[in-house]
């Protein structure tokens, strides 16, 4: 009887233990079920915010084709914005922006969405645009290869024994002091009024004529035909004119559009100390180093401005403006590296031994396509916009709404395009046959193009 109560509870034993045993299997089972659940739950819940992601940055892409396809110019960067802008959307955040680089744009859709936690997952899209312009379209670069007085009225007045060697544009009159003169063999001068030269004025040599002149109001006093017996040495001399206008100019739009500037401060580095977009006053070569870019979400450079105030190298790139006037400190040395065109709203002043150039030595060894600064201004104040004087040298393109004045003993060694010009001491360069970002111009065709390509396998995801 004894043995068989033992027995009974040895088997009731065991059973209770296999069933603790198949309970905490069960227990473990359960948890890593559960735990696998949330798991996977966790991993679906990030795929579906990476997916929105996806989605809201391809809608973005889309977004910036259709902008593309309805700005007025998308042959110009002014018209497209150049760094991230945000477009709506009804979940999640979405921005869109752009980037021309001669005839291609690249395009970015950007999609940002929630995860939770305060987390956000981002997805970017990029996807390269051709330009296809009609029936060839190409930007009109001739008052870029030359200097350009575009005013009506007064004279255009070469003085204090200036002689320029490069063609030279005048829209209205045109004035040649004593000892003062256009040279070269490659030269042409174009005179919209009138011209009058003084006794000892040139216009080409016996031995060396100018390409072509070609005045429409006439020489002297009564304006008459102009001849040879008029001092004028050319291998033709006519009175018609090549069209040439003057680029025309869009302060405003640079002014919210350019990748540096009031509305887009440095992404990488910082302007100088006390250097503002919007500042009264601008100094870009102070006695210390700076980092100044505007780069895109893949980190490549929209535009930049880099000192090194020890070696005076001056790196830029891209589109940048200043509300202020650009000054500089005497006896300043500048040799820039790249291709850019910096606008200012009030005026440029280069005085007292400062040299801006594209080049070491500052001459005709200069590749304008290569390394070109292209100045612009335009005052609403001031009747002139750019200054150089007291042995102050330019070397690179320069840009006036209003007047320039290289007359007090300052010289430019490249294109100067104004209303008027004031010039004394100018220096042949190398033909220009690209412009920076942003440099105004004219196509000479219908500003759209005949179709926006996608172009193949361009595009990217990150």
């Not at 575009?150 to 070469?158: N, P, Q, R, S, V």
């Not at 291998?235 to 100019?249: H, Y």
């Not at 006695?287 to 190298?313: E, F, K, M, V």
Request: hydrophobic content about 40%; aromatic content about 6%.
């Amino acid at each position: 009887m004894d043995q068989g109560k033992r027995s009974l509870h040895s088997e009731h034993g065991s059973a209770l233990v296999f069933a603790l045993m198949v309970m905490m299997v069960l227990i473990f089972a359960t948890t890593g079920l559960l735990g696998l659940a949330v798991s996977n739950r966790t991993a679906a819940a990030r795929s579906l915010d990476a997916v929105q992601a996806s989605n809201l940055a391809r809608e973005a892409l889309s977004d910036a084709h259709a902008l593309l396809w309805n700005v007025s110019d998308p042959t110009k960067q002014g018209s497209f914005p150049a760094v991230p802008t945000a477009v709506a959307t009804p979940a999640g955040q979405a921005y869109l922006w752009g980037q021309l680089s001669g005839t291609t744009w690249t395009l970015w859709g950007r999609g940002v969405a929630a995860a939770g936690l305060g987390r956000t997952v981002t997805r970017t899209v990029s996807r390269q645009v051709q330009i296809v312009p009609g029936n060839g379209a190409i930007t009109d670069l001739r008052a870029w290869n030359m200097l350009y007085s575009d005013a009506k009225t007064g004279c255009m007045t070469l003085s204090n024994n200036a002689t320029l060697k490069v063609p030279l544009y005048v829209a209205g009159n045109l004035c040649i002091s004593n000892n003062a003169g256009i040279t070269g063999s490659t030269t042409t001068l174009q005179v919209g009024g009138t011209l009058t030269l003084a006794p000892n004025a040139i216009v080409g040599t016996t031995s060396t004529r100018l390409a072509s002149v070609n005045v429409v109001g006439g020489c002297g006093s009564p304006p008459h035909l102009c001849t040879a017996a008029d001092g004028i040495h050319a291998n033709s001399i006519g009175t018609t004119l090549s069209g040439i206008s003057k680029p025309p100019i869009d302060l405003a739009s640079w002014r919210t559009n350019a990748p540096l500037g009031p509305n887009h401060p440095c992404t990488v580095g910082a302007l100088p100390a006390g250097v503002t977009f919007t500042g009264a006053t601008v100094n870009l070569f102070p006695s210390s180093d700076y980092d100044c870019r505007a780069t895109d979400a893949q980190g490549n450079i929209l535009a930049r401005l880099t000192w090194n105030h020890t070696t005076h190298i001056f790196q830029i790139a891209g589109t940048i403006f200043f509300d202020g006037d650009l000054t500089t400190t005497n006896n300043t040395t500048v040799i820039y590296q790249g291709q850019a065109t910096i606008y200012t709203a009030k005026t440029a002043t280069f005085s007292n031994n400062v040299t801006v150039c594209g080049s070491t030595s500052c001459n005709s060894s200069w590749d304008p396509n290569t390394n070109l600064l292209v100045l612009v201004a335009g005052s609403s104040t001031a009747s002139t916009d750019i200054t150089a004087s007291n042995n102050a040298v330019f070397q690179g393109g320069a840009y006036a709404v209003n007047d320039i004045d290289f007359s007090n003993n300052g010289t430019i060694y490249g294109p100067a395009i104004a209303r008027q010009l004031y010039i004394s001491n100018n220096a042949t360069f190398p033909p220009i046959t690209k412009l920076p970002p942003g440099a105004p111009a004219i196509i000479t065709t219908a500003a759209t193009p005949t179709s926006l390509t996608p172009v193949t396998g361009s595009t990217r995801t990150s």
